[in-house]
């Protein structure tokens, strides 16, 4: 069988509170969603691209483009269905990973729809549960953040990480761990700081943090590795990991102890699960990290984060920890302390609100398997 129709929609979402970074703060989140169709059976993805090249150098326009003009043909031209297939025929295509990952997504959701399995089964999860973690951006002052953290406590999360940058550091991590002595808090950077902001990161040691996130700028391991022998709470990167060679890298240099995989950044699954496989390898644990997905994208997550050396808590929170309305029924939530279930239907094994996906949707394309001369051409 063969795909025989994809659709892409650009979908606008309102957060429940606006979320702050180094980057800057946002009130929504505009993203995309993927459907890919085989014999009336549908697999969904999320690609999480944002719409300013922060984060990433992707946008959700760059995303839209190269899904619509390379890899929604390289799918319906070559008549790929199988994940691994397409992972390897859209590596000709340079970067532009969070695109690649929104398709990869929807493909393997679709495979274990067909095969009737949830997509834990699918990957080898060992876990049914997965520990939750709730990411809190940067407030107006720090006794709203304060306020922020222990309202998320009280809602039985277990784990804090808090947004840092230069000026929102020292008294953000001192403040929250004075008033919440005893919790696991670790404090990611998103890329903001430099070398001559050593003796600051150096401080953070202080506060028996878990870890801290990607202090320095992504294509940075080096740096990374100098500050990693300086410091003793462990540093996780997230912006630097994009592939397997740059995780390998970044062990090898000593840049970080602890790595973030997040399927968009790295991908997709296939990807993932190879640089999964060269931290357990090497007694390196990894986490699930997020880009505020929403449900279909997050149930995604889920079942990632059920592989063995996802030892520790993730960014995965729930639908109503980012949204008022989740695009998907029924909503994500803790299934008990600082834990969510991985849902156990098939494929992602939530179901999408088709209604609620076309209200949100700014833009809608589909795609059918028509042939493709760019790629007979080859
Ligand atoms: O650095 O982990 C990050 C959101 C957007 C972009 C980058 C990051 C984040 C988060 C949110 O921290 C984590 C979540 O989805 O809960
Ligand atoms: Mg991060």
Not at 36 to 47: I, Q, S
Not at 95 to 111: F, P, Q, S, T, V
Request: glycine share 8%; net charge negative.
């Amino acid at each position: 069988m063969a795909i025989e129709r994809i659709e892409i929609d650009l979908v606008k979402l309102p957060y429940v509170h606006f979320f702050e970074t180094s980057f800057g703060r946002s009130y929504d989140r505009t993203f995309g969603l993927i459907r890919v169709w085989e014999d009336g059976v549908c697999g969904w993805g999320e690609c999480v691209a944002e719409e300013a090249p922060l984060y990433s150098g992707e946008t959700t326009e760059t995303a839209w483009h190269v899904m619509r003009d390379f890899l929604v043909p390289l799918v319906l031209g070559k008549g790929l269905v199988e994940p691994e297939d397409y992972a390897r025929e859209a590596a000709v295509f340079r970067g532009n990973r969070m695109a690649k990952a929104g398709i990869e997504l929807a493909l393997w959701d679709l495979k274990a729809k067909k095969a009737g399995l949830p997509l834990h089964k699918l990957y080898g999860g060992v876990r049914k549960e997965i520990e939750a973690g709730v990411s809190c951006g940067i407030e107006d002052s720090i006794p709203e953040l304060v306020d922020a953290v222990g309202r998320y406590l009280d809602q039985c999360y277990k784990r804090i990480k808090i947004k840092i940058k230069p000026g929102w550091d020292i008294a953000a991590c001192a403040a929250v761990r004075e008033r919440f002595p005893d919790i696991m808090l670790q404090a990611d950077a998103n890329g903001a700081y430099g070398l001559k902001d050593m003796e600051t990161l150096k401080a953070l040691d202080a506060f028996d943090l878990l870890m801290v996130e990607q202090p320095f700028a992504p294509y940075d391991l080096w740096d990374h590795a100098k500050l990693q022998l300086e410091m003793k709470t462990p540093l996780c990167l997230d912006e630097s990991i994009l592939s397997l060679d740059t995780a390998r890298a970044a062990l090898e240099m000593g840049s970080c102890r602890i790595v973030n995989i997040k399927v968009g950044r790295v991908g997709g699954v296939v990807e993932t699960r190879r640089i999964h496989d060269l931290c357990e390898a090497r007694g390196v644990p990894v986490w699930c990290g997020g880009m505020l997905e929403s449900g279909i994208g997050r149930a995604h997550n889920l079942h990632v984060a059920t592989l063995p050396d996802f030892k520790l808590p993730n960014d995965l929170s729930a639908s109503r920890r980012y949204y008022e309305e989740d695009l998907i029924d029924p909503f994500i939530e803790l299934s008990g302390p600082g834990a969510i279930r991985v849902p156990d239907g098939p494929g992602i094994g939530v179901e999408p609100v088709e209604s609620r996906v076309s209200r949100a949707s700014l833009r809608h394309e589909a795609h059918e398997r028509v042939r493709s001369t760019f790629f007979e051409k080859k």
